[in-house]
C-alpha cells in the first residue's frame, strides 16, 4: 500500500471518529445507555473481526494483556455511558469535548513517567485546553466559575465519568505503547467491552431495547464509525504520513462538535466553539512543548 492511500485512510478515520459523540448520544437515547452501548460494541466487534481478524493472544506479552485489556475496556464504558446518561444534546457535545483533554494528558503522563520535568509550554498548553473545557461548561453565563459548577451539578456522573474515561484513556496510550511490542488488541478489546455492557445489561434492570429502522440505521453507522475507524487508523499509522496524522487529530473536538450539532439539531453559540478552539489549540501547544530537537546532520543549515 503506498504512503499516500495509508495516509487516506488515517484521515478517515479522524472522520469517522468525529461521529461518535452524535451517534452515540442518539443510540443510547434509543436502546438505553448500556444496552445502547453492548449493541454498538457488539456489532463494532464483528466489523474488526472481518477487517482486521482475532488476534493471537497467545503471542501477547502479559502485561499489554492485562494492563491493556482493563485501561481499554474501562476507557470505553466510561465514554458510551459518559455520553448515554447525558439528559441532553448540549451534555453530550460537552462530555464529548471533555473526552478530547486526552492528547494533552496523554503527552504529560508520557513526561512524567519517564522521570522528566514538563516543560513550561506543556503546562501551558493544558492550562489552556482546561480554559477552553470552562468557557464550554460556563456557557459565558455571568461568573465563569459559578456557571461551570451549577453545570456540573446537574450531571456530576456524566461529567466525571468523561474526565475519568480522559486520564484513563492518556494512561493506555502511554502505557501500552510500552508494553505492546508489535502487538495490536483492539478486536479482543472491543468484545470484551461488549461482553462486559451485556453483564451489566443482565444484571441491572434495564430499559427495553426499542428495535425501529430509525435506531438500527444508527446503530449500524456507529458500528462502522467505531470498527472502520480503528481499522483504517492502524493502517495510516503503520504505512501513512504519521506527523500529518497526528497533527490533524488534535482537531477532532472541533469537527466532531460541528457534526454532532448538526446530527442532533442542537446550535452551539460563540462562546462554545471559543472553548472547543481553545481545547485543540491548548493540544497543539502541548505536542509543541513536548517535541525533541533533533541535532543537525552535516550539509544541513536548519532553515
Known amino acids: ?4 492511500r495509508a495516509t487516506l485512510l488515517g484521515i478517515s478515520a479522524i472522520l469517522l471518529w468525529s461521529t461518535i459523540v452524535g451517534l452515540m ?23 474488526l473481526v472481518l477487517t ?3 488476534p493471537k493472544v497467545k503471542n501477547f506479552p502479559k502485561g499489554y494483556l492485562y494492563l491493556g485489556t482493563l485501561l481499554f475496556v474501562a476507557y470505553e464504558i ?11 444534546n448540549i451534555q453530550a457535545i460537552q462530555i464529548g469535548l471533555i473526552n478530547y483533554l486526552w492528547p494533552s494528558m496523554t503527552l504529560l503522563l508520557a513526561v512524567l513517567l ?4 514538563p516543560k513550561c509550554l506543556m503546562l501551558l ?3 489552556i485546553s482546561m480554559l477552553g473545557i470552562s468557557q464550554v461548561l460556563g456557557q459565558g453565563q455571568g461568573n465563569l466559575w459559578q456557571s461551570m459548577l451549577a453545570n456540573l451539578r446537574e450531571n456530576p456522573l456524566s461529567y ?6 480522559a486520564i484513563i484513556w492518556s494512561l493506555y496510550c502511554v502505557l501500552t505503547k510500552r508494553l505492546a511490542k508489535g502487538c495490536n488488541g483492539i478486536t479482543l478489546y472491543f468484545m470484551l467491552t461488549a461482553i462486559s455492557l451485556w453483564s451489566g445489561f443482565l444484571l441491572t434492570p434495564q430499559p427495553h431495547l426499542d428495535f425501529t429502522a430509525t435506531s438500527i440505521g444508527a446503530l449500524c453507522l456507529l458500528a462502522c464509525a467505531m470498527g472502520l475507524g480503528y481499522a483504517a487508523w492502524n493502517t495510516g499509522i503503520l504505512h501513512g504520513n504519521i506527523r500529518l496524522l497526528a497533527t490533524l487529530s488534535y482537531f477532532i473536538p472541533v469537527i466532531s462538535s460541528l457534526f454532532s450539532s448538526v446530527w442532533l439539531s442542537q446550535p452551539l453559540g460563540g462562546i462554545f466553539w471559543i472553548g472547543a478552539l481553545l481545547v485543540c489549540g491548548g493540544s497543539l501547544v502541548c505536542w509543541v512543548g513536548g517535541e525533541k530537537k533533533r541535532p543537525l ?6 532553515s
Open 52 to 54: 482486521i481478524g482475532f
Open 114 to 117: 519517564n522521570g522528566q520535568r
Open 160 to 165: 466525571g465519568l468523561a474526565f475519568f474515561g
Open 125 to 127: 498548553g493544558i492550562a
Open 25 to 47: 448520544r442518539q443510540v443510547t437515547f434509543y436502546f438505553g445507555p448500556v444496552g445502547g452501548s453492548a449493541l454498538v460494541y457488539s456489532a463494532a466487534s464483528a466489523l
Open 1 to 4: 500500500m503506498t504512503s499516500s
Open 297 to 302: 546532520k552535516s550539509g544541513q543549515d536548519g
Open 78 to 88: 466510561c465514554l458510551s455511558l459518559s455520553l448515554g446518561f447525558s439528559t441532553s
